[in-house]
């Protein structure tokens, strides 16, 4: 058996993948980063704890009809001196910045605005009125806007007047009705930024939504992928579905975290983001349930707890069961306590089950510590170099543990059990696949061994019938010499002798498998003209071995003999067997002639290279009980097999 995927091959793949998808994710990943804003704002209003900056240029007034009045300042981005309640007034200023693609937001909620540019107008809430600065009347709205205005200026803004009209709220029902005024007006926040840098905004935004989302969606195809080409080989794994819906989970909770998710559906009692990824951890844990063979009653308990306590949470917040509170928010934030707990329990199991030979964990324990030990090294490396992002880690670990509240410590337990379920699972199909194509090559060599074993046995019997049906001639003939040339008769039973040797032997073990393989190769041998011994040829009727590892085995021994003894001196070529069973064991021995050192250097003989690496790899799993011996004319491989 050759090694089809020599190492060096597979590292130099490797290499040249990783070194193919690192231009292919910068550039996939490059619109997730918005471009650089430039922006200015040009706001009145002083935040609270913030000093006033002032009227930043612009000029607070009314204006009725041509009779313009300035308003008066409080200091904090409100004016006074309105002629009456509900008077829409203006501010304006000269547009001085410099901007590619010029954008005004104004963030305005239930009041109307008209804006100009030099006296023209190019945005109106009320185009039905009379626009014009100073005969504007305009009224409030009815509702408040979900999204601040956003208006286009003319590429050459630059030294234009800027005029926003914007109406007023009648506090008094005293509308159009001269008269002394308390009434305070605020303008509407004003920002001026570059289009190109909010319509980047926007796609980064809708960017770091769909890339990890399409990819776990791409992830969930090839899980269902996965799941049907196995059923289709008659082999149900209803682990993949499982681990499919826990992906499905956490693609529904980054949709659900998107800016425009509320445009998309009515607004819900209850954050379905955060519900979404806890049932991801439940699915999660349902799925590590079905692997953990040892210890499925202790998963099966972690996963009804998150299971129940998720589910818990989620009506209560439909339903309004509990008024806000400590206690309401002790439930609510219960599941994320359950869910840090769980996953932390299962990944010390994973440990256990890996002693216990449990393959798939034992993958899962791998990838753990291998990511565990990575990240830790990246925190180490981020002091220096990217000091806030590791201040900020852990100060919010530092936090949880003082509010035994874990919400970042989840998310990061949960991804560190996410991506080494992924990677086990990934393992474990590989693993089923190449034995499944080794199975198939394993049964047509196998029935190739068949067919050997079935002409050896036609020709053995042919020989065999040929000596029956010439013994009474042999007979006659030694009875005829024995009277009259009895001189010759020592030559002739010498050459009947020769005769009945040459007729090939078939070995009869007990066990149905070995008896393919001897025979097989026993008639490649003796095609060989390499003459073969068998001291002992006793097997129990079952081996502790699958088929396939019996096959490839005794295979690759008897080949790895053949091809030696072959390329060794004629003469001296040979095979000697030795199998039984003693002591609850199956003892086999298998010695035969290899080529001296310098015939090996002289024709490039290869050793026993991969076949014996396959031998040693198999013997690993039954206590690695293999013994080779070798001379410079003699190799011999001992192995014990423990019977059941």
């Given amino acids: 058996m050759k090694n089809r995927t020599p190492l060096p091959r597979f590292i130099t793949a490797l290499l040249i993948s990783i070194l193919v998808c690192i231009p292919c994710t910068l550039a996939v990943f490059y619109y997730t980063q918005p471009m650089k804003a430039a922006s200015y704002n040009l706001s009145l209003f002083a935040e609270d704890g913030q000093e006033w900056e002032g009227n930043k240029g612009w000029t607070i007034f009314t204006d009725s009809e041509g009779k313009r009045k300035e308003l008066e300042p409080d200091g904090v981005g409100g004016y006074s001196g309105l002629d009456y309640d509900g008077q829409t007034f203006y501010f304006s200023r000269e547009m001085t910045e410099e901007l ?29 009125l009379d626009n014009r600065i100073g005969y504007l009347k305009l009224p409030m709205l009815d509702y408040d806007r979900a999204e601040p205005v956003t208006v286009s200026l003319p590429p050459d803004f630059q030294g234009h007047t800027l005029t926003i009209a914007q109406s007023n709220a009648d506090v008094s029902g005293t509308l159009e009705k001269p008269g ?31 890339i990890p989302a399409v990819l776990l969606f791409a992830l969930i195809l090839f899980l269902l992928a996965a799941f049907l080409w196995n059923a289709s080989f008659g082999v149900l794994r209803l682990e993949l579905p499982f681990f499919a819906l826990t992906v499905c989970f956490e693609m529904c909770s980054i949709l659900a975290q998107a800016d425009f998710f509320q445009e998309y559906f009515e607004t819900l ?5 955060t519900l979404f990824f806890l049932l991801s951890v439940g699915a999660l844990l349902a799925f590590l349930t079905l692997y953990a063979k040892g210890l499925r009653p202790l998963f099966i308990c972690v996963t009804l707890l998150q299971l129940v306590v998720t589910g818990a949470s989620g009506i209560i917040q439909i339903a309004g069961l509990i008024p806000y509170g400590d206690y309401y928010v002790f ?11 769980t996953l932390t329990c299962t990944l010390v199991c994973a440990f256990f089950l890996r002693h216990k030979k449990n393959r798939f964990f034992l993958h899962i324990s791998q990838a753990v510590l291998v990511l565990s030990a990575g990240y830790a090294l990246f925190l180490l490396v981020s002091i220096p170099f990217l000091p806030d992002y590791a201040s900020s880690v852990f100060t919010r670990l530092a936090g949880e543990v003082s509010l035994m509240l ?36 394993i049964l047509a060599e196998k029935n190739e061994l068949a067919i050997e074993s079935y002409e050896h046995l036609r020709r053995q019997s042919e020989e065999v019938q040929m000596l029956r049906h010439d013994t009474a001639r042999h007979y006659t003939m030694i009875s005829r010499l024995a009277a009259e040339a009895p001189e010759k008769l020592p030559d002739y039973i010498n050459n009947l002798i020769t005769q009945t040797e040459a007729v090939r032997p078939v070995v009869a073990t007990g066990n149905r498998i070995l008896d393919i393989i001897l025979n097989g190769k026993l008639s490649t041998a003796s095609d060989k003209g390499i003459p073969v011994e068998i001291i002992r040829s006793g097997a129990p009727e079952e081996l502790p071995l699958r088929d396939t590892e019996t096959c490839c085995l005794f ?34 021995s298998c010695e035969n002639s290899i080529p001296s050192p310098r015939v090996q250097k002289e024709k490039s003989i290869p050793g026993h290279g991969y076949g014996l690496k396959i031998i040693q790899q198999i013997m690993k799993k039954w206590g690695n009980m293999i013994s080779i011996e070798q001379t410079e004319t003699v190799f011999k491989v001992s192995l014990l097999l423990p019977l059941p």
């Fill in 555 to 588: 295979m690759n021994i008897l080949d790895n003999a053949i091809n030696a003894a072959s390329s060794s001196n004629t003469a001296k070529a040979f095979i000697r067997l030795d199998f039984h069973c003693r002591d609850n064991y199956f003892v086999f």
């Fill in 100 to 128: 590619d693609s010029p954008t005004l937001q104004i963030g305005t909620a239930n009041r109307t605005i008209s804006i100009f540019l030099d006296d023209t107008l190019i945005y109106t809430d009320c185009p039905e």
């Fill in 269 to 273: 009692p209850l954050d379905l983001s």
């Fill in 406 to 441: 874990p919400k970042f410590s989840l998310k990061l337990v949960w991804n560190l059990c996410l991506i080494s379920s992924l990677f086990a699972v990934v393992a474990d199909l590989l693993e089923q696949e190449m034995d499944r194509r080794t199975e198939k090559v």
């Fill in 331 to 341: 439930i609510m934030n219960l599941p994320q306590i359950t869910g840090f707990a």
């Fill in 180 to 210: 002394s005024t308390d009434t305070k007006v605020y303008p509407s926040e004003v920002t001026l930024y570059c289009g190109y840098s909010y319509e980047s905004g926007l796609i980064a935004g809708t960017a770091r939504t769909m």
